[in-house]
């Protein structure tokens, strides 16, 4: 076991930490804005720890429990292990850990989610075995967001 908590040090050397629901909530809804996912991608409940190492883009969430969501827009039901890792870029969250969907009677791990173009409005959901599919992302904006882009996107048809 040594050995995986020294790799851990390594992976979260230099990484900016905060604790607490409140400022892991604004951190994690700030760094899905930031990447170009939409807030409700990653519904994590009582989140107590959240990292960011931004030199190699290593995540991690930590929640007091683990949770289950269940995606409507998708009929998709979602499970979030205590602790979620990815290493994130623009558009993209690669190497997770810790989510899996459930696929008729498996739970199926979730390696890998991006948005390849963001103008066709979908995401992109891949399991380690590089089998995927796509969802549109609409099925995991808040309502809020919901609002925006289709007051957006009936703008755009007026002009």
Request: with cysteine; glycine share 8%; hydrophobic share 35%.
């Amino acid at each position: 076991m040594a050995g995986s908590s020294s790799r851990e040090d390594d992976q979260r050397a230099g990484a900016e930490i905060v604790y607490g629901a409140e400022e892991c909530y604004r951190h994690s809804i700030e760094l899905l804005e930031e990447l170009g996912f939409p807030k409700g991608v990653l519904p994590l409940q009582d989140l107590e720890e959240c990292g960011r190492v931004r030199e190699t883009g290593f995540v991690w969430m930590k929640q007091k429990a683990p949770y289950e969501h269940f995606f409507v827009g998708t009929n998709t039901r979602v499970s979030y292990a205590l602790e979620v890792t990815a290493y994130v870029e623009k558009f993209k969250m690669k190497k997770m850990t810790g989510v899996k969907s459930k696929q008729v009677f498996m739970w199926v791990p979730i390696s890998e989610m991006s948005i390849e173009d963001p103008a066709s409005n979908k995401i992109y959901f891949k399991t380690p075995m590089g089998i995927g599919k796509s969802f549109p992302i609409t099925a995991f904006m808040t309502e809020e967001e919901k609002h925006k882009y289709l007051e957006d996107k009936s703008q755009g048809m007026k002009n």
